[in-house]
């Protein structure tokens, strides 16, 4: 897991390290600035923009560091130089012990037509709430229009470090040196699409910061013992397929099948089961009598149009159809449990507005799972696990627009189930199965991208 820490995350961070293990906070704005002066090309004139804040006294420390490595630097500020406090206050008056001078301007513009080298923007950091105006936003509108490269001190000006949406103007970097561990404007978009390249800079903290926001990592799956049996990777049951929407359980049986379980059973509306057997003969298919039959480890229903889910005490995913109006509730109460809704489908599902923002899917997301032992996986870009007795999202990074086609989440269901009869609980399934459903499209041009296209790239994924 890669954590996303909001602003009051970090700063408990930096204050344990600072009053609890005993770092002076100078020591700390000195790794930053180090750590972000080794992002520069060696040698080049820097243009530094220092605001008001902390994030000015790293400024005007990589300033500082950077004339005594002999390269011409110029600090520029937003109002009254005399006005920085605290560590920003020690910072300038060591930046002008150097000789060093801060400058005003009030036509950022024609200023910067002139600037060569990169600019550094240490305007705005984890103190940055609201949309840049007047002179901060000038200098943003400036150089974006300029093409110059721009260094971010901890985070682009105009971002707020804990959220995913961009509340304004941005003054958009080409690299960000990230202070420590990565924002939740680091991990999410579309604040992430205005970082560029980033960098984490490390920081003397005494411990691995840590938040309620992480983004997935590629999964570590055990290996196969030598000796293993289709017996050894569980059986899944699917209960999906009706007329004229075969293709949903086929689907669904192929990505249970493609990340490795032993064996798949497809209970299907008898006139479907001819279609569905001819497709995926790897599977065994059989007409829907009204009981799941022995042996199952995990069921899936709802592909296909199923809408009524099966008396079953087992694991189970709930998907598509069966993803009624008004019984998320249930479904989360229930142990061993995962539901795969799309954000039209959540918000049926637990009677809220359809979550159309990141951090609106967030704070839905939260407002449903928390002290609830069911696992959501909330579909789309960036699809969010939450649940399973955990309070902590996680954040799925892998995938693109390819993804949005119909059938994308019949495979990505029984991927869920296929992960679960193997032995992983139920919210690491989840998580699993969403990470490799999106790096299997990262493989994949798109549009025009198939879930079965998905399909045959997953056993090389997980080979790898």
Same mark, same amino acid.
């Not at 009204?290 to 189970?316: C, F, N, Q, R, Y």
């Given at each position: 897991?890669?954590?996303?820490?909001?602003?009051?995350?970090?700063?408990?961070?930096?204050?344990?390290?600072?009053?609890?293990?005993?770092?002076?906070?100078?020591?700390?704005?000195?790794?930053?600035?180090?750590?972000?002066?080794?992002?520069?090309?060696?040698?080049?004139?820097?243009?530094?923009?220092?605001?008001?804040?902390?994030?000015?006294?790293?400024?005007?420390?990589?300033?500082?560091?950077?004339?005594?490595?002999?390269?011409?630097?110029?600090?520029?500020?937003?109002?009254?130089?005399?006005?920085?406090?605290?560590?920003?206050?020690?910072?300038?008056?060591?930046?002008?012990?150097?000789?060093?001078?801060?400058?005003?301007?009030?036509?950022?513009?024609?200023?910067?037509?002139?600037?060569?080298?990169?600019?550094?923007?240490?305007?705005?950091?984890?103190?940055?709430?609201?949309?840049?105006?007047?002179?901060?936003?000038?200098?943003?509108?400036?150089?974006?229009?300029?093409?110059?490269?721009?260094?971010?001190?901890?985070?682009?000006?105009?971002?707020?470090?804990?959220?995913?949406?961009?509340?304004?103007?941005?003054?958009?970097?080409?690299?960000?040196?990230?202070?420590?561990?990565?924002?939740?404007?680091?991990?999410?978009?579309?604040?992430?699409?205005?970082?560029?390249?980033? *960098?984490?800079? =490390?920081?003397?903290?005494? +411990?691995?910061?840590?938040?309620?926001?992480? #983004? !997935?990592?590629?999964? /570590? @799956? &055990?290996?196969?013992?030598?000796?293993?049996?289709?017996?050894?990777?569980?059986?899944?049951?699917?209960?999906?397929?009706?007329?004229?929407?075969?293709?949903?359980?086929?689907?669904?049986?192929?990505?249970?099948?493609?990340?490795?379980?032993?064996?798949?059973?497809?209970?299907?509306?008898?006139?479907?089961?001819?279609?569905?057997?001819?497709?995926?003969?790897?599977?065994?298919?059989?007409?829907?009598?009204?009981?799941?039959?022995?042996?199952?480890?995990?069921?899936?229903?709802?592909?296909?149009?199923?809408?009524?889910?099966?008396?079953?005490?087992?694991?189970?995913?709930?998907?598509?159809?069966?993803?009624?109006?008004?019984?998320?509730?249930?479904?989360?109460?229930?142990?061993?449990?995962?539901? *795969?809704?799309? =954000?039209?489908?959540?918000? +049926?599902?637990?009677?809220?507005?359809?979550? #159309? !923002?990141?951090?609106? /899917? @967030? &704070?839905?997301?939260?407002?449903?799972?928390?002290?609830?032992?069911?696992?959501?996986?909330?579909?789309?870009?960036?699809?969010?696990?939450?649940?399973?007795?955990?309070?902590?999202?996680?954040?799925?990074?892998?995938?693109?627009?390819?993804?949005?086609?119909?059938?994308?989440?019949?495979?990505?269901?029984?991927?869920?189930?296929?992960?679960?009869?193997?032995?992983?609980?139920?919210?690491?399934?989840?998580?699993?199965?969403?990470?490799?459903?999106?790096?299997?499209?990262?493989?994949?041009?798109?549009?025009?991208?198939?879930?079965?296209?998905?399909?045959?790239?997953?056993?090389?994924?997980?080979?790898?």
């Amino acid at each position: 897991m890669i954590p996303l820490l909001t602003a009051a995350e970090m700063r408990a961070a930096e204050r344990q390290a600072i009053e609890v293990w005993g770092v002076p906070s100078l020591v700390l704005q000195e790794h930053a600035a180090l750590g972000s002066l080794r992002l520069l090309p060696p040698g080049v004139p820097l243009e530094i923009l220092a605001g008001p804040g902390n994030n000015g006294g790293d400024a005007l420390a990589l300033a500082r560091l950077a004339r005594l490595e002999g390269r011409t630097v110029r600090v520029w500020s937003l109002g009254d130089p005399g006005a920085w406090q605290g560590d920003a206050a020690h910072q300038a008056r060591l930046w002008q012990g150097l000789g060093g001078t801060v400058e005003r301007c009030a036509d950022p513009s024609g200023e910067v037509r002139a600037w060569r080298g990169w600019a550094v923007d240490g305007l705005f950091g984890l103190g940055s709430t609201r949309p840049l105006s007047g002179e901060a936003a000038a200098w943003a509108a400036a150089l974006n229009a300029s093409g110059l490269p721009v260094l971010a001190l901890d985070l682009p000006s105009g971002l707020d470090p804990s959220r995913a949406e961009v509340p304004g103007e941005v003054l958009r970097a080409t690299r960000t040196a990230c202070f420590g561990a990565r924002k939740v404007c680091h991990g999410l978009l579309p604040a992430r699409g205005w970082c560029g390249e980033i *960098t984490v800079v =490390p920081i003397p903290l005494d +411990r691995e910061p840590s938040g309620a926001l992480s #983004l !997935l990592d590629r999964p /570590r @799956l &055990a290996p196969r013992d030598w000796d293993a049996h289709k017996g050894s990777f569980g059986h899944v049951g699917i209960r999906a397929g009706s007329l004229g929407m075969s293709g949903a359980a086929v689907l669904a049986a192929k990505g249970a099948l493609r990340v490795g379980v032993g064996l798949v059973t497809v209970l299907c509306e008898p006139e479907v089961r001819a279609e569905i057997a001819a497709q995926v003969p790897e599977a065994m298919v059989r007409p829907w009598q009204g009981t799941v039959p022995e042996g199952i480890d995990v069921l899936l229903a709802g592909p296909g149009g199923i809408s009524k889910v099966p008396a079953w005490d087992g694991p189970l995913v709930v998907d598509a159809s069966a993803l009624r109006e008004g019984e998320g509730p249930r479904w989360m109460d229930r142990p061993g449990t995962a539901l *795969t809704p799309h =954000p039209g489908e959540f918000a +049926r599902l637990f009677g809220l507005p359809r979550p #159309l !923002l990141m951090d609106e /899917r @967030l &704070a839905q997301a939260r407002q449903v799972s928390v002290g609830r032992a069911g696992v959501l996986l909330l579909k789309g870009a960036q699809s969010v696990v939450a649940g399973g007795g955990r309070d902590d999202l996680w954040i799925n990074p892998t995938g693109h627009p390819g993804l949005a086609t119909g059938g994308s989440g019949d495979l990505l269901a029984g991927m869920v189930a296929g992960f679960r009869a193997q032995g992983l609980p139920m919210r690491g399934a989840v998580a699993a199965a969403a990470w490799f459903h999106g790096a299997a499209a990262d493989r994949l041009p798109g549009p025009g991208l198939l879930p079965s296209d998905l399909a045959d790239v997953l056993p090389e994924l997980l080979r790898a």
